[in-house]
């Protein structure tokens, strides 16, 4: 018996494995789409509380993984269009760098201002598919929709982003 | 054909760009355990605050309660399609 059958069986004590076998997968997967630590922690948590109070309709052969990133997926478009992004992660260039140009830090501000300005639901394809390289089966996935309407968002996502990038003078 | 290649370079040339801009997370982990919070909100008594209604759930049911009010022909209407 696993853990996911433990858990659907109604052993509560089984939650703590099935926790901790999947916390870190959820909060990457959230944080890549949010780009928000402390916003992923508590969506984090409450994809896993939503799975804990599920836990007398749970499939004991469901595939817990994609389950919880199905859930994890739509709490993080939530969070997007409840909040402009503020935070910036370490990784991101927030402030001047001394080895770039002032045009250069332009240009990135305003990618990332094309980026914030797109929708929920294509900014979190943008995220996925193209920063961070996510196969688009994946990405269809977790987000309960086909193959081909991910394609069709991130052709129109990228149709949005070059239009605003020329505006801005940083797209060709 | 032409068209399709140009189509790929140019998503190729953008996924570089906004890469610069906002560097991939990959799969940087947090060396935090989430564990003791979930721990914490499950042993969390129930919340007793009631669940909050919409404004045009309570436009809606005033916007019924006048067409009653005015109307009172529409009673059995409503209670037949109840």
Partial sequence: MNVLERFAAGEVEAFEPLFRQHQREVYVWIVRIVRDPAAAEDLTLEAFWRLYQKRDRLDPGANCAAWLRRVATNLAIDHLRRFKPTVLLAAEPAGPNQTDSVELQEGRAAIRNAVNGLSPKLRAVVQLVLIENEPYAAVAESLGISLSAVKLRVFRATRILRKKLKEAGVWP | ?82
């Avoid at chain 2, 007793?48 to 916007?63: Q, T, Y």
């Fill in chain 2, 1 to 82: 054909m032409n068209a399709e290649i140009k189509n790929d370079r140019d998503t190729e040339q953008l996924r570089k760009l906004l890469q610069d801009a906002l560097p991939p997370i990959g799969s940087t982990p947090s060396s935090r355990d989430f564990w003791p919070r979930m721990l914490r909100r499950i042993d969390e008594p129930p919340s007793c605050i009631p669940p909050r209604v919409p404004w045009f759930d309570w436009a809606l049911l005033g916007v019924a309660a006048a067409a009653l009010l005015l109307f009172p022909a529409l009673i059995p209407a409503l209670l037949y399609h109840l």
